[in-house]
């Protein structure tokens, strides 16, 4: 297809008066065709209009309709790949095996929600039957279930060009809820928004839905993202990003009339303990698997292990030997300038601080990096609030610890993390049941003895975590919870049978499970 550079409204295109902006090859430099405009003010209204005309339809849709929808965006996607995989790696710098398997990704977490909404009991739907004869008082007839928020802004992140974009996990559990969706393109992929953005448009035409249910619009700047989020026509918001920026919207949505959820995946520097026994053990094992894990998409994941406490017999061994493995890694081309030039800040201002070393540093130049390893000691990391900052980018600061006893206090002084992951041995886990309960109550996702690098899309996940991971620890961006953030519960008391949602009445003519009277049943009540 020929790229165009423009917004897509609906199911038109805006008239690109708006800013421009450009995508470059991060590995060469060169400049993308075609320029792209940005949304104005005015086309953003537009597309937020047209989504809150689609919502009460398209919110009330039957399960099967959005079943379909979403089966259709993953076959437009996949119909569309190889135009994407060419694009995407001249956008991103990332190798075509990535691009296909993110592409992969993409489509499969659109049918993991296809599954999941056209089987029904995902609404939680729940019956208490009405006991005219109960004293003191009658019992009412109460019946719930989850219902979409109406629409919901996506911020696509700029470390997934797919999987966290224009269709990637947020607008598919956004539109499984049913909550029409407004896009805002990364500036670093525009192209590759495009393409998916099409897909989208055509299977929304394809299936009869109203055309606002999705809006993809680019942006120059800040400008209009801040403007989504004051927009009284959004009613939540998804964003995959920094600190910074996660922070910018929660405050601009708080401060809003009336507030809406903003559901951010920001800051993670995923802590790994090695405990005695297992240092001891395997301590070279674990660090070349450590520095695979760094290293990792020049560790441009959120998932990337950034701070590695150790203790006990061959953690000298083990800090030589990850040193090693990590400094016979190329540099390789990391997404953006942007991204590039703060791993190199982020770089410079850990190896200025008092009491840590530098082990190794790959030689970066541009938006080429590799990676670098420093350690320091357990009171330097306690004192310093720096030490635990996040460096997005392939580098690890190694904690030494005098003992297994530091740990408790290394995992007390964390903020909320995505992931947390101990390696030890059966003897190690034994005792170290402690720490993993502090483990859980700090990260979303603890993991033994494997890395945590790599984030399967399943019903089981949790990719979340409290609060700077996430702005809401309870909420989840990966997995079939995902659709919950886009839902709130609705209880209706005594109406009449005709009037019930399907999901709801007596004959259960879905068949899904439902909560009667406290015990799950797929029978009529």
């Excluded at 099409?198 to 120059?220: M, Y």
């Excluded at 000298?316 to 590039?340: E, N, S, Y």
């Amino acid at each position: 297809m020929k790229l165009e550079g423009y917004s897509i409204i609906g199911s038109s295109r805006s008239n690109g008066t708006g800013g421009t902006l450009q995508a470059q090859n991060p590995a060469t430099g060169e400049a993308l065709e075609p320029t792209y405009h940005a949304a104005t003010e005015d086309e953003l209204d537009r597309a937020i209009a047209l989504a809150g005309e689609a919502s009460t339809k398209y919110g009330d849709s039957s399960n099967k309709v959005r079943a379909d929808f979403l089966r259709s965006i993953a076959d437009e996607i996949d119909a569309r790949e190889e135009q994407i995989v060419p694009r995407m790696m001249a956008e991103s710098g990332l190798p075509e095996g990535r691009c296909r398997g993110e592409k992969g990704r993409t489509v499969g977490q659109l049918r993991m929600f296809a599954g999941l909404v056209g089987e029904g009991s995902w609404v939680d739907a729940r019956i208490d039957l009405a006991q005219p004869d109960r004293q003191p008082i009658p019992k009412p007839d109460l019946r719930s279930m989850r219902r979409p928020l109406g629409p919901v802004a996506i911020f696509c992140a700029s470390n997934f060009p797919l999987a966290f974009s224009v269709a990637g996990g947020d607008t598919a559990s956004a539109l499984a809820a049913g909550c029409p969706v407004v896009v805002r393109a990364h500036s670093a992929h525009p192209g590759t928004a495009e393409i998916v953005g099409t897909a989208v448009q055509a299977a929304v035409a394809k299936c009869g839905l109203p055309e606002g249910v999705f809006s993809l619009v680019f942006d120059d700047g800040i400008a209009l993202g801040q403007a989504i989020a004051r927009h009284p026509g959004i009613h939540a918001i998804g964003f995959t990003g920094s600190r910074s920026g996660g922070r910018a919207l929660m405050d601009l949505a708080a401060a809003r009339e009336v507030p809406i959820p903003v559901f951010a995946e920001m800051s993670s520097v995923n802590p790994i303990f090695i405990l005695p026994g297992a240092m001891a053990e395997r301590g070279e094992q674990i660090a070349e698997g450590l520095a695979g894990s760094v290293s990792l998409g020049v560790g441009q994941f959120c998932t990337s292990p950034g701070l590695v406490f150790t203790s006990g017999e061959g953690k000298d061994a083990f800090a030589k030997k990850l040193a090693d493995d990590l400094g016979a890694v190329a540099p390789a081309t990391m997404l953006h300038q942007g991204i590039a030039r703060n791993f190199a800040n982020g770089v410079s201002s850990l190896s200025a601080q008092a009491g840590v070393q530098k082990l190794t540093e790959v030689p970066a130049d541009g938006c080429q990096a590799g990676p670098v390893l420093f350690q320091t000691s357990l009171p330097d990391f306690l004192s310093n609030p720096a030490l635990s900052a996040e460096v997005f980018g392939p580098a690890t600061l190694v904690i030494d610890c005098g003992s297994e006893s530091d740990f408790t206090a290394a995992a007390e002084s964390l903020e909320g993390q995505l992931t947390a992951t101990v390696h030890g041995t059966d003897s190690d886990l034994e005792t170290a049941g402690p720490l993993l309960a502090l483990l859980s109550r700090k990260a979303g996702r603890v993991i033994v003895n494997s890395f945590p690098t790599g984030v399967d899309v399943c019903s089981s996940m949790v990719h979340g975590g409290p609060y700077p991971a996430t702005s809401d620890g309870s909420s989840s961006s990966v997995g079939t919870r995902a659709i919950d953030r886009f839902t709130r519960a609705v209880s209706l008391q005594g109406v009449p049978e005709s009037l019930l949602p399907a999901e709801l009445q007596s004959a259960n003519p879905l068949g899904i499970q439902r909560l009667i009277d406290g015990a799950p049943s797929r029978e009529a009540t």
